[in-house]
């Protein structure tokens, strides 16, 4: 499957040819690289262009995240050059690796959602080429799509959502964050209470978190708050990245994204 010209997901009925560089690997990675993995990313990559090929991986696993969250990773990156036109070939382990929460993992992708992914992939390289603002967001993001302790993975995309959505350092953020969010993911009434609410909730954890007060949070809830605050975001990030409008207008200034979002929300009441 291509998500991009160039970038391919692709299946091998035995292990491609990686011109020796397979056996610089221990025996265990090697097991863990060629058993349990049925397919492989593939690309081409030119010295020197944009986006490198760590940030292609990256990009590429997070448009398969923003459909729905599964156990996808990669542990390996083999580089291999064409040594008549002067380029090598390398072989680099991957520490930063996607997480997963336990329990809340689809086990199948299908083909409607590799299309889904294919048409996030190419907005998402836009902004990470730019490196303008909506980049801090996507970086949170990996950061916290990254991290194996919870709360630096809440820390990460409640700070990714606030990067997506503030305008504003006025006191009252929960309340503007939620707002901004609700009217932006929804449009009947009900939908954006529900959304309002929910948005509150888990924003709330993460003030816990940053206050000391993580103690606060059931152990038992910690990862399902996590869940679900990574399904807030993913919800966020689809409404932003399918629209160019609104990309345009959150990379703009803090007037740009007021006036956006003062529009978008208005009539609409938060409920108490």
Same mark, same amino acid.
């Given at each position: 499957f291509?998500?991009?010209?160039?970038?391919?997901?692709r299946?091998?009925?035995?292990?491609?040819?990686?011109?020796g560089?397979?056996? *610089?690997?221990?025996? $265990? /990675?090697? %097991?863990?690289?060629f058993?349990p993995?049925?397919?492989w !990313? *593939?690309?081409h990559? $030119? /010295?020197g %262009?944009e986006?490198?090929?760590a940030?292609?991986?990256? !990009?590429?696993?997070?448009?398969?995240?923003l459909?729905?969250?599964?156990?996808?990773?990669?542990?390996f990156?083999?580089?291999?050059?064409?040594?008549?036109a002067?380029?090598?070939k390398?072989r680099?382990?991957?520490?930063?690796r996607f997480?997963?929460v336990p329990?809340?993992?689809?086990?199948e992708?299908?083909n409607?959602?590799?299309?889904?992914a294919?048409?996030y992939?190419?907005?998402?390289?836009?902004?990470?080429?730019?490196g303008?603002?909506l980049n801090d967001?996507?970086?949170?993001?990996?950061?916290g799509?990254?991290?194996?302790?919870?709360?630096?993975?809440l820390?990460c995309?409640?700070?990714?959502?606030e990067?997506?959505?503030?305008?504003?350092?006025?006191?009252?953020?929960?309340?503007?964050l939620?707002?901004s969010?609700?009217c932006?993911v929804e449009t009947?009434r009900?939908?954006?209470?529900?959304?309002?609410?929910e948005?509150r909730?888990?924003?709330s954890?993460?003030?816990?978190?940053?206050h000391?007060?993580?103690?606060?949070?059931?152990?038992?809830?910690?990862l399902?708050l996590?869940a679900?605050?990574?399904?807030?975001?993913r919800?966020?990030?689809?409404?932003v990245i399918?629209?160019?409008?609104?990309?345009?207008v959150?990379?703009?200034?803090d007037a740009q994204?007021?006036a956006?979002f003062?529009?978008?929300?208005?009539?609409y009441?938060?409920p108490p």
């Open positions: 291509e998500l991009t010209p160039g970038l391919r997901i299946h091998f009925n035995q292990k491609p040819d990686l011109q560089l397979d056996a *610089t690997l221990a025996e $265990d /990675e090697q %097991t863990d690289a058993s993995a049925q397919h !990313l *593939t690309f990559w $030119d /010295e %262009t986006p490198s090929p940030e292609t991986v990256n !990009l590429a696993l997070v448009a398969l995240w459909v729905k969250p599964t156990r996808s990773h990669v542990a990156r083999f580089q291999l050059g064409q040594e008549a002067g380029g090598g390398s680099s382990r991957l520490f930063d997480a997963w329990g809340a993992t689809h086990e992708f299908d409607s959602d590799l299309q889904s294919s048409s992939y190419p907005a998402l390289r836009d902004i990470c080429c730019a303008s603002r967001a996507l970086i949170l993001t990996l950061t799509c990254w991290s194996h302790q919870w709360q630096a993975a820390i995309h409640a700070a990714a959502a990067a997506l959505l503030t305008y504003s350092t006025a006191p009252g953020i929960t309340r503007r939620a707002t969010y609700a932006l009947q009900a939908c954006r209470d529900a959304a309002y609410g948005f909730t888990l924003y954890v993460r003030s816990d978190i940053m000391g007060r993580a103690q606060n949070v059931p152990s038992s809830q910690r399902t996590l679900r605050f990574q399904n807030v975001l919800t966020l990030w689809r409404a399918t629209s160019p409008q609104l990309i345009s959150l990379e703009g200034s994204r007021e956006y003062s529009q978008l929300t208005s009539g009441t938060p």
